[in-house]
């Protein structure tokens, strides 16, 4: 069974369009994470929640709306789309506090947008 | 302020030799947490260890093994008799345990590739 799981594994898009990308974890973790990887490997946070609450919410545009309707998902929209949005977005999810706990990634989602 | 910094962008070894990949960070934090994750041509992240700021033992797990010095502030990691399969991008990153906000801060990678 897949501990973390993102859909879709691929998404390309057009400019300006509107997007999602959902995220499961099957491990009753209470903190979930977004991370967006840029074409460098570059690995930087954008979101996370605990218990369905927004903890954080680095700069990112506000076209980026992440939803967590339950422990166990966190999906992440996206408005409006442009191309420097293109990157691997990877879902995590940790039991606690990261600062003590690993995090689960799941396999990411290559997003293009053309 | 919190950073990671793996000063090496690409390493290329032949097969069974070692190599250590550096990580050096920066924090004004008194608690705080290492770790390292392996990221294979297949993308996915993998966690390898995870070490704390009062724990300044050395970890060695099969041919991997990790050398912590807060004097330098440095967190190494060293793989033995490098395998091809070792070859991955490999991050080395920080938490801190005052900020309340859980974020993994994350070097910029180094690139391993291990040549047969």
């Known amino acids: 069974d897949t501990a973390v799981s993102q859909t879709p594994k691929y998404l390309v898009t057009q400019m300006g369009n509107d997007k999602s990308i959902k995220c499961e974890q099957n491990l009753g973790h209470d903190t979930m994470y977004w991370y967006k990887q840029d074409s460098k490997k570059f690995l930087k946070i954008m979101f996370s929640?605990?218990?369905?609450?927004?903890?954080i919410n680095e700069t990112v545009p506000n076209r980026f709306s992440p939803k967590s309707p339950d422990k166990a998902h966190l999906n992440l929209h996206i408005n409006s789309l442009e191309l420097g949005d293109s990157a691997v977005y990877f879902c995590?999810?940790?039991?606690?506090?990261?600062?003590?706990?690993?995090?689960?990634f799941g396999p990411g989602t290559r997003l293009t947008v053309l | 302020a919190q950073k990671v910094t793996q000063a090496q962008t690409e390493i290329s070894v032949v097969e069974k030799e070692d190599v250590t990949l550096d990580c050096v960070y920066e924090t004004r934090d008194t608690t705080y947490y290492l770790f390292w994750y392996k990221q294979p041509p297949s993308g996915e992240l993998v966690f390898l260890i995870r070490?704390?700021?009062?724990?300044?033992q050395n970890e060695i797990s099969g041919r991997y093994s990790w050398n912590f010095q807060k004097s330098t502030s440095s967190f190494n990691f060293t793989i033995t008799a490098s395998q091809v399969v070792d070859s991955a991008v490999y991050f080395c990153?920080?938490?801190?345990?005052?900020?309340?906000?859980?974020?993994?801060?994350f070097g910029t990678g180094t690139r391993l590739q291990v040549f047969p």
């Open positions: 929640y605990n218990n369905k609450e927004l903890i």
């Open positions: 990153a920080l938490s801190e345990a005052m900020d309340n906000t859980d974020k993994l801060i």
């Open positions: 995590a999810s940790s039991q606690g506090r990261a600062a003590y706990n690993e995090q689960f």
């Open positions: 070490r704390n700021s009062f724990d300044e």
